[in-house]
């Protein structure tokens, strides 16, 4: 609901009480807000104190009359209308108020309905000027040059803006015709359309090269509107202009450099392309076109990058453009280009990220048509077959060292591991080694108190008086509370129970995470039972450190290298574990690790809230030998590892990356095949 309008406040001055009693109400009957004061200085401390829109001031008061008060409105530059009120009909005080800015002089008794009308003039009168007031401020002050013409186009009024961008005074431009600024650049038909347009009564707006009076030529952004009077009829018309040089002068700049770097690119003897995220090409030069058999017209209506590649090749290369996209490396750049005819053809793309405000927004690259050296390869690979074995060869060895590494990188973490695991296992020994030494007390006492009792049962068969025996065993179970001794010995044997399972539990878990498959054998196995053995082994490297919270949802079974698994689960958990560790927080962190699955991908995140990886070292976190710990903390060789584990021998993702809040999360994905899916269900019966 829009608020009502404020109430005008009149301001009634005037030394009779009746008479100020009665203006007063028939003043609030006309619809205004009334104060009424007795004399003229209690008039000028409201005039200073608040607002106040109209006065009614008796002309005889005293201390101040109405005449000093007029004086002192004038004087202060007051704009508040005040109509006098006297009951001398005095010619000489009329004129005196007259002069002084009084807008009315009324005799006493006044007419109801003339004081009525004479208010509602004078705030009326009074809006218009502070209307008026406003317009002239706002044309004076605006940055647009406004110019008013006669419909001849003669000038009538021109703003400050004007005369500081055109060069003529206020003087020099008012009497003129608005043609003195032009330039002669444009056509007659040009100025003819323009005056067609607003002599019909329509609005024009455009472009316009002028001339200042120094000779200058200037680019204006003009409106021009007509003005009709009261019959519909042209009285003048309006125009807005605004300096557009510098921002012509920009663009023509602009031209030019995009010209140059047009003709420049065209110079390459290599296509280059940009895309944006979406990987839509947004510009190519002269042999992307040539080469790929696409128009300037096909990349307007929009041309994805991954139709310059054959299908096969396409999810390859959509998975290096997010990687490209992360800042993460990938050794794949060689793919099967296909033209717009279908024609395929080998290529060679090179990429880098086109970032804005440290933001990726599209990557940039360069296309190399290898058909050429492809066809010197073949005939190189006919000539020098021997060669190509020994290479087989070396990379086999290569590929054998490479095991051999990683082999030695995790005996190198269960040397690192062994000693907590020697602690984890001391735990449950030396609890079930306590409770059977309390057990063999308890048995000892037992033994005694049996004695005693065949002693008794032998006395009683030789009728023997059995009351002191009878005294002395209850003396006995009392000293031995041999009530709570047979209350103990179940407890002793349920705990003694559950060091044997923790001491299994970690011996299974041991011997699961040591069990060695062939380097290439894959086998079904259960993701949440590796990351179950990894948090048992790697217990003592993260029990004091952080807090383990688990999310594991039921998996299919995933054709894998089990212990390879569990090295990339050890790896990323000892990671985080050290990445806490190092900012010396005082109190435990928190690793998360969640586990789910969809239909073609098996899924498991290992997230800290550790200090993250800085964009720079993001770069090279899966590089061999790079390690951002300290000397002695790390070989540099787990993440590298990792990746070739998922990336190369289980052709899975290994994803990473820094979440706003802080923090790591390193999410891999593992391929599901048709032949390793088993149901949750039937795995659940």
């Given at each position: 609901m829009p608020p009502s309008?404020?109430?005008?406040?009149?301001?009634?001055?005037?030394?009779?009480?009746?008479e100020r009693v009665i203006a007063s109400r028939l003043v609030e009957k006309f619809g205004y807000d009334v104060i009424a004061v007795a004399d003229g200085e209690r008039c000028i401390e409201l005039l200073d104190t608040r607002r106040i829109d109209l006065l009614l001031l008796d002309i005889h008061m005293p201390k101040k009359s109405g005449i000093d008060v007029l004086a002192y409105i004038r004087d202060h530059n007051f704009t508040v209308p005040a109509i006098m009120i006297s009951g001398s009909s005095d010619l000489e005080l009329a004129v005196e108020s007259l002069k002084l800015g009084a807008y009315q002089y009324l005799l006493k008794p006044i007419d109801h309905e003339r004081l009525g009308a004479t208010i509602k003039n004078a705030l009326c009168e009074q809006e218009l000027r502070q209307q008026v007031m406003l317009l002239s401020a706002a044309m004076s002050q605006s940055p647009m040059s406004v110019v008013i013409t006669d419909p001849d186009g003669i000038i009538d009024y021109v703003n400050p803006a004007f005369t500081s961008s055109s060069g003529y005074s206020e003087q020099e431009a008012k009497g003129k015709k608005i043609s003195l600024m032009a330039s002669g650049?444009?056509?007659?038909?040009?100025?003819?359309?323009?005056?067609?347009?607003?002599?019909?009564?329509k609005s024009w707006d455009g472009e316009l090269i002028n001339r200042r009076?120094?000779?200058?030529?200037?680019?204006?952004?003009?409106?021009?509107?007509?003005?009709t009077d009261n019959f519909g009829h042209i009285s003048h018309y309006l125009a807005i202009k605004q300096d557009i040089s510098l921002r012509k002068r920009e663009q023509e700049a602009l031209a030019e450099s995009e010209q140059r770097f047009q003709e420049l690119a065209d110079l390459l003897p290599q296509p280059i392309f940009e895309s944006d995220t979406k990987g839509l090409i947004t510009y190519t030069n002269r042999l992307g076109f040539e080469l790929f058999g696409y128009t300037k017209e096909d990349l307007d209506r929009g041309v994805s990058s991954l139709s310059l590649f054959a299908p096969e090749d396409r999810q390859r290369v959509a998975c290096n453009i997010e990687c490209r996209l992360k800042g993460i490396p990938f050794e794949s750049h060689e793919y099967i280009g296909q033209r717009k005819n279908g024609e395929?053809?080998?290529?060679?793309?090179?990429?880098?990220?086109?970032?804005?405000?440290?933001?990726?927004?599209?990557?940039?690259?360069?296309?190399?048509?290898?058909?050429?050296?492809r066809q010197i390869e073949e005939q190189l690979q006919q000539l020098?077959?021997?060669?190509?074995?020994?290479?087989?060869?070396?990379?086999?060895?290569?590929?054998?060292?490479?095991?051999?590494?990683?082999?030695?990188?995790?005996?190198?973490?269960?040397?690192?591991?062994?000693?907590?695991?020697?602690?984890?296992?001391?735990?449950?020994?030396?609890?079930v080694r306590l409770n059977f030494a309390a057990l063999q007390e308890d048995i000892d006492d037992l033994r005694s108190i049996l004695a005693?009792?065949?002693?008794?049962?032998?006395?009683?068969?030789?009728?023997?008086?059995?009351?002191?025996?009878?005294?002395?065993?209850?003396?006995?179970?009392t000293d031995l509370s041999i009530d709570s001794l047979l209350e103990d010995?179940?407890?002793?044997?349920?705990?003694?129970k559950s060091g044997f399972d923790r001491i299994r539990t970690i011996i299974e878990s041991m011997r699961n995470f040591s069990y060695r498959h062939d380097e290439n054998e894959k086998?079904?196995?259960?993701?949440?039972?590796?990351?179950?053995?990894?948090?048992?082994?790697?217990?003592n490297e993260y029990r004091y450190i952080a807090e383990v919270v688990k999310d594991l949802q039921k998996l299919p079974l995933v054709h894998c290298n089990p212990e390879q698994l569990n090295q990339v689960f050890l790896n990323l958990i000892v990671n985080s574990a050290h990445a806490i560790d190092s900012q010396q927080r005082g109190k435990k962190g928190r690793i998360g690790i969640r586990t789910w699955h969809d239909d073609d991908h098996v899924f498991c995140s290992i997230a800290d809230d550790g200090p993250g990886i800085s964009p720079q070292a993001m770069q090279h976190i899966f590089e061999p030998f790079f390690t951002t710990k300290s000397p002695g903390k790390g070989t540099g060789l787990g993440l590298s590892i990792s990746y070739d584990i998922i990336v190369q021998k289980h052709k899975g993702r290994l994803d990473v990356h820094c979440p706003a809040e802080g923090g790591t999360v390193f999410t891999m994905a593992l391929p599901l095949k048709r032949t390793a899916k088993v149901d949750i269900h039937e795995r659940s019966k």
């Open positions: 309008p404020k109430k005008s406040v009149v301001l009634i001055a005037d030394d009779n009480a009746v650049k444009h056509p007659r038909k040009f100025y003819e359309r323009l005056w067609k347009t607003i002599s019909s009564g009076k120094n000779g200058e030529l200037f680019w204006e952004y003009a409106t021009i509107s007509p003005i395929r053809f080998p290529i060679l793309v090179y990429t880098a990220n086109i970032v804005r405000e440290g933001i990726p927004v599209g990557i940039r690259g360069i296309v190399l048509d290898i058909t050429e050296r020098n077959h021997t060669l190509e074995q020994r290479v087989e060869e070396r990379t086999r060895e290569l590929e054998k060292t490479h095991q051999q590494m990683i082999l030695r990188e995790k005996l190198a973490s269960i040397g690192q591991l062994a000693a907590g695991l020697a602690h984890e296992l001391n735990n449950p020994i030396n609890f005693r009792y065949r002693s008794i049962i032998s006395k009683y068969e030789h009728g023997d008086d059995l009351t002191d025996a009878l005294r002395e065993i209850r003396q006995m179970e010995i179940p407890n002793i044997f349920s705990e003694s086998v079904p196995f259960d993701i949440n039972r590796g990351v179950r053995d990894t948090l048992v082994i790697a217990r």
